[in-house]
């Protein structure tokens, strides 16, 4: 220990004598495109132009990612608090605490709250962050898209989504605050306070080697799960990856624990060697023979190939809201294990099935290690060139029968349908009602473009070769390779036939060449319906929905992408189209589709430099019988506003932007600010008919589920000093639930 102990604090003196002589220089005048401000606010919102709609019923609510405890928010600085490099700039922003905003819509004037997502790992983050005593010890680190301390595990930062949850015999119920790795949170939908953890940790299986003793374990679940309003049930997955590169995995911790400085000199010299080789074999054997053989070109304590391994697992699990979980082991129908190669980041559920995917989205275990050493440029490129492979051009689905799964538990049949469905899938909504045992399934299929790909600082845009602006380092690397896709998808879960013949898709460039569009499918991600994520009762057939199209930017289109995505199988626009559209820097819009149809109705294009970051179904107070149900209601769009048209705006105004979501084509029917609140890129939205207090009674105190999960851990672990720090630090955080 007192070696690991040594070498670590070495490691930290050499990062932070690290020169910051390459880094490029900020405009002072100009405002960050990722500024985002972690303070927690509670206030009015003013209305800046239109008129406030008083009939507006509820609250919505938006996660975003804002920055960890050494940032300040957004965006990552380029220099930590003694003036060297920080190794958190140009990490994702996807990896950062969660943040929620609640605007209440309900009151005369409307209100804003926004609170951190504080776990127990959150108060350990804080308690070792830069500049206090234990950070060179136990402090976090961004690794790409995780944050992970090599002694207490991987950060629950329930930054992605809120689904609201109402269980049996609750009047208010819950908001969910979800993450893809990490268990999800109840959270009070008045306070935004946590309320308690869905299960205890103790319920949860981990995906880390089972010799690394942590108390914050890493969860792989669904940011997405299914909620049903009728029998009040959560469904949800527990899983581990099933991936090659999993071989490996035990042997990096350890030596990433043990010996990590000569680990990371001795694969900074092999990225030296070999990162800019033409051929991609070459370097592929290469890194493979080093990780084969990584007790022989690393020095100090080897590791013990005999130690156990983990094992590969996939759980469904079901929760009431009280007392433990239900869980079932899945399978395909052969009897094999469900191998998941991606994420399983969205789930369906309908009246009687249960939808599993492999969604496109590589938010999953090889990428935990995809940075594990931050303040190397070179071996980032490396690891980068190697572990991204393309996304799947397809989803594999899975269908559950509800009526197969045993009250008890044990084991159930994830049926794989008989063709997968032949686009990538990164969100998707089905109806509820499944007539004749037929499914009908809404997805938004990300062509060509990788969620969990992000701009890196040694980025080059695809269009002319030059480095990629330093306001986009850290985005989504969004940048479109092809247009996206809407899809119907219809399949017969019964007899598990994907019905291509009934499914549809609406695929559409628009007038590109023009000033105004028209509907097109430029970078679709987030969408909304009426009843979206409701609590209170079922969409029996989604009727209409509104999606969010996000343009083309030329500096989230970086050549790396462009050649990963190059030979894409499903092109519909040529090379040379992508090119001339990305140039063009097309700009974001709001489409309204009929999915009878498939066909868009209605159309609004915002100015260059508005960014719309996410749409949000609003119902009314009372309803109007003018108006055809799916449609009576208001859309709610964060926005994020730039202060020129012009290429470089020098300043961003965070806006809520209302739509009448009869005529989205008018244009936005109120503006509403509050000058205390900061966002750039948001997330997932969500909407509650009443921002009550929760009513849930089942609650797991922090300090009864981390005691246990901490007396259980094994091997050589110093349970004292976890014990202590748990109790200085965490547990007087949660006195309120103790
Ligand atoms: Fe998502």
Request: charged share 30%.
């Amino acid at each position: 220990m007192k070696r690991f102990f040594s070498k670590v604090i070495d490691f930290f003196k050499r990062l932070f004598s690290g020169n910051t002589k390459s880094l490029p220089e900020i405009d002072p005048n100009q405002e960050p495109l990722l500024k985002t401000s972690r303070n927690e606010i509670e206030g009015r919102l003013e209305v800046i132009e239109g008129e406030f709609p008083k009939d507006m019923l509820g609250a919505c609510q938006i996660s975003l990612p804002v920055g960890t405890v050494n940032s300040g928010g957004l965006p990552f600085p380029a220099k930590n608090h003694k003036g060297h490099r920080n190794p958190e700039y140009g990490s994702p922003i996807m990896n950062g605490d969660g943040m929620v905003i609640q605007v209440n819509l309900a009151p005369e004037t409307p209100t804003v709250k926004t609170k951190l997502m504080k776990t127990p790992c959150y108060y350990a983050d804080e308690a070792t962050k830069e500049g206090t005593k234990h950070h060179g010890l136990m402090g976090f680190h961004n690794m790409g898209i995780t944050r992970m301390s090599m002694v207490l595990g991987s950060r629950n930062e329930l930054n992605t989504a809120t689904q609201p949850v109402k269980f049996k015999g609750q009047k208010v119920g819950s908001l969910m605050a979800t993450y893809d790795v990490g268990r999800p949170y109840l959270v009070d939908p008045k306070t935004l306070e946590l309320v308690s953890p869905v299960g205890k940790v103790k319920e949860w299986m981990t995906a880390e080697p089972p010799m690394v003793p942590w108390p914050f374990g890493i969860v792989q679940t669904s940011a997405h799960p299914g909620f049903d309003p009728i029998t009040q049930e959560l469904f949800t997955v527990n899983y581990s990856k099933n991936k090659k590169a999993y071989t490996h995995l035990e042997q990096s911790y350890h030596h990433l624990k043990h010996n990590r400085a000569d680990f990371k000199e001795k694969l900074e010299g092999l990225a030296n060697e070999v990162v800019d080789h033409p051929d991609d074999e070459h370097v592929k054997a290469k890194v493979d023979n080093f990780f084969d053989k990584l007790n022989h070109h690393v020095d100090g304590k080897p590791h013990d190939k005999d130690e156990p391994k983990g094992d590969v697992f996939m759980n469904l699990i079901r929760w009431d809201g009280t007392g433990s979980f239900v869980h079932w082991e899945l399978s395909d129908q052969t009897g094999d294990k469900l191998a998941i190669y991606e994420c399983m980041h969205q789930m369906g559920l309908t009246k009687d099935y249960l939808i599993l995917t492999d969604c496109s989205f590589k938010f999953s275990l090889d990428m935990l290690f995809d940075n594990p050493f931050p303040e190397s440029k070179i071996i980032e490129r490396l690891i980068r060139r190697l572990a991204t492979v393309r996304m799947e051009p397809f989803t594999t689905t899975y269908i559950i029968r509800r009526r197969d799964l045993k009250p008890e538990g044990g084991k159930a049949i994830a049926y794989r349908l008989d063709h997968p469905i032949p686009l990538e899938t990164i969100h998707y909504s089905c109806d509820y009602d499944n007539p004749d045992g037929v499914v009908t399934l809404y997805g938004v299929h990300n062509a060509a473009t990788c969620i969990a790909e992000w701009v890196r600082t040694f980025d080059r845009r695809a269009l002319d070769g030059k480095p990629v602006d330093p306001d986009y380092y850290s985005l989504f690397a969004v940048g479109s390779m092809d247009i996206s896709r809407f899809g119907k998808w219809k399949f017969d879960a019964e007899n598990l036939k994907l019905l291509k013949d009934e499914s549809k898709v609406f695929e559409e460039p628009g007038k590109y060449k023009e000033d105004h569009l028209g509907p097109n499918t430029w970078a679709v991600a987030l969408y909304t319906y009426r009843g979206i994520l409701s609590a209170e009762k079922p969409v029996n057939k989604i009727k209409q929905i509104w999606f969010v199209s996000d343009g083309t930017v030329k500096n989230l289109l970086t050549k790396f992408v462009y050649e990963l995505y190059e030979d894409y199988p499903h092109r519909k626009l040529s090379l040379h189209e992508i090119k001339d559209a990305t140039e063009r820097e097309l700009p974001f819009g709001l489409t309204r589709v009929n999915t009878d149809t498939m066909e868009p109705e209605d159309y609004y294009q915002c100015d260059r430099n508005t960014f719309l970051r996410g749409v949000q179904f609003v119902e009314r107070k009372t309803r109007n019988e003018n108006v055809p149900e799916e449609m009576d209601g208001y859309l709610f769009c964060p926005v994020q506003v730039g202060n020129s048209v012009d290429s470089k705006p020098t300043k961003y105004s965070s806006e809520f932007w209302v739509f009448d979501a009869t005529d989205v084509a008018k244009g936005p029917i109120c503006k509403l600010k509050n000058d205390e609140v900061k966002f750039a890129f948001t997330l997932h939205t969500s909407w509650i008919p009443n921002a009550e207090p929760s009513d849930q009674q089942y609650i797991i105190k922090t300090k009864e589920d981390y005691d246990e999960a901490i007396k259980d851990l094994d091997l050589g672990v110093d349970r004292g000093f976890l014990e202590k720090f748990f109790e200085e630090n965490v547990y007087p955080h949660f006195e309120h639930n103790r």
